[in-house]
């Protein structure tokens, strides 16, 4: 029996490493850029899933399966830090004087904490868009 197939829905289990999730959300959010995350045919019951910038059209044929980094997360997930968000935050504190390098220090520290949170929020479960449609998959996050 093969257990390859060039339909997507073939995907039961994506495995994707934390780092490639962070830095596929990360990418999008602080450059709007076309980051995805790559599952190349043949597909099969369990597929790996990498970290990919979308560069255009594919003329093969099956396409790799890309899937929005964002679609792996909760509704509770946390949003990643904008430096106007982190000057507000400063800025209200009665306590300490804004200065651009406390701005830094802190933005900076609200990125690392987004970081080190967000992959916390990776859902057992996902619902990716294939040219198919919509297909549910379990998610594995690999260390």
Do not use: K
């Amino acid at each position: 029996m093969d257990r390859t197939s060039d339909d997507p829905r073939r995907i039961r289990t994506l495995a994707v490493t934390a780092e490639d999730v962070v830095a596929a959300l990360e990418a999008r959010a602080q450059r709007d850029r076309p980051v995805v995350l790559r599952a190349t045919p043949p597909f099969s019951g369990r597929m790996r899933a990498r970290l990919h910038v979308e560069t255009g059209e594919y003329d093969e044929s099956p396409a790799p399966l890309h899937v929005d980094p964002g679609a792996l997360l909760d509704d509770a997930a946390p949003t990643y830090p904008r430096p106007a968000d982190t000057e507000d935050e400063l800025r209200a504190d009665p306590d300490t004087e804004y200065t651009v390098e406390r701005h830094h220090d802190r933005h900076e520290d609200a990125v690392a904490t987004w970081r080190e949170t967000v992959t916390d929020h990776v859902c057992d479960t996902a619902t990716v868009e294939t040219p198919c449609g919509p297909h549910e998959v379990e998610v594995s996050l690999l260390d």
